[in-house]
């Protein structure tokens, strides 16, 4: 299944499923910043019974350990909810054979001079993705055993899957990646040079693994809850995290742009791809491809925050009222004297104008590899901008990362009673049409005018 265009989620929806008392599942561990936690937030509002998993722990001799009490305790804090503590670690970047290697001892022995010409073991590599694999759907058939425990008649449930990434943890791998994301110049490295490597071709398998079949796991092994959840009149939905670019204002328009590259683009696809074919099948499975913010994770990806700083255009265009110049407020005292938010703004726009830029706004082609001429313009820009602030530690990205994850838990949490199909894309206009409406101040302030909607405005992908 492949995406001819990005579908996007059209209207703000209310919660007209989930109460008090039922149940939400958190397939993947909460650290810190991320998505997750504006959907948290909506199902605690509603009172919603709260469950989580761990991924686990290694020990010092690499052996996968459920959590600590102190630990356990920490993460139930976290989540304010119970976690079913048997370890839910996805990837096969650590299994392998007793007294073989995994694949991550493989890549350890690989250095910057052999790796592009390094030949991987790949039947090794099968027979560690199978162990990984009954290992993990053998732990996940603990926890549903537990969780099915949890449910009481007459409970809808809500499995709200976050897993993502699978980079293993190899010198050189982050070597490399260091200077595909974050390097200019001569430091600079095709990103389709790695995925041309055998070691490019065990992190996609890895990716895939962690990002998109555990999703599919994860409805498998939870299809007996459904059967039951639903024949006593309940419902059962499940979501995902996707990123497949965004829709963000562009000159005078909305406009699919992407972060370049974006290894785990294909990773996100397979994720559509499962959702899609569960939707086919009759579960009620989303994909919700959110707007770029800053992550743990995402901060790897140097310039990926790029896009999140025209929501401020967003949320003005968007009838925002007084909270709207708010945020722009609350911008500006985060950059240093001499500098504006117009100043930072005029800069992303003359990267977005730039006929550097111009071949990435295909979305028939995502994701595209990076080219010399953008990591040094998206790379460079970013560097800039964080250097236009007071401090490199307070960034207008990451209150504008705030705001977007607020905003998407809404949106995901009320789409959630009724999605319209297995994937959708959140653009800006709507993420300002939702943070406008939460935060009105002025009646009528966040209204949207006669017949425009998320869909008519976003414009046609080049």
Sequence with gaps: MTMENPIALESIAGNTLFRKGDIFVLFGELFGRGYATGLLDQARKVGM????????????????????PDELSAAEARLGGTIINVPLMAGFDLDGPEGGPTPTDLLADLTLQTWQDAKIDWDHIETCKAIATNRFETALAQVMAVLDGMIPEGRNVFFAHTMAGGIPKAK?????????????????????????????????????????????????????????????????RYTAYGYHGTGILIGDAYRWQTYTNYTQGYAKMRLEAIASEAWDAGVTATVYNCPEIRTNSSDVFT???????????????????RWAD?????????????????????????????????????????????????ADLTIGTSNDITAM????????????????????????????????????????????????????????AAQTAPGQTQASRLSAVA
């Design 49 to 68: 019974q709260i469950v989580g998993i761990t991924v686990g722990r290694r020990d010092e001799n690499n052996a996968l350990r459920p959590l600590t």
């Design 172 to 236: 050189v791998l982050l070597v490399v990646a260091n200077r595909i994301y974050k390097g200019t110049g001569a430091r600079h490295m095709s990103s389709q040079t790695l995925l041309d490597s055998d070691m490019g071709k065990l992190i996609l398998q890895n990716f895939d693994e962690v990002s998109a079949n555990t999703f599919r796991h994860l409805i498998d092994a939870s299809a007996a809850i459904r059967t039951r959840v639903e024949a006593s009149g309940s419902s059962v």
């Design 303 to 321: 310039g990926i925050e790029l896009p999140l700083i025209p929501l401020l255009l967003a949320l003005k265009r968007e009838n925002g009222g």
């Design 326 to 374: 708010g945020q722009w407020q609350a911008c500006e005292a985060l950059l240093a004297d001499g500098h504006s938010v117009t100043d930072v703004l005029s800069r992303i726009k003359d990267l977005q104008a730039s006929a550097v830029m111009v071949p990435f706004y295909d979305f028939s082609a995502w994701p595209m590899p990076n080219s010399q001429a953008q």
């Design 389 to 444: 602030h007071r401090d490199g530690k307070e960034l207008i990205s990451d209150l504008l990362s705030t705001l977007v994850v607020e905003a998407t838990g809404r949106l995901i949490f009320g789409a959630t009673s009724a999605p319209a199909g297995p994937v959708r894309w959140i653009h800006h206009d709507l993420v300002a049409r939702c943070l406008n409406a939460a935060h009105r101040d002025d009646a009528g």
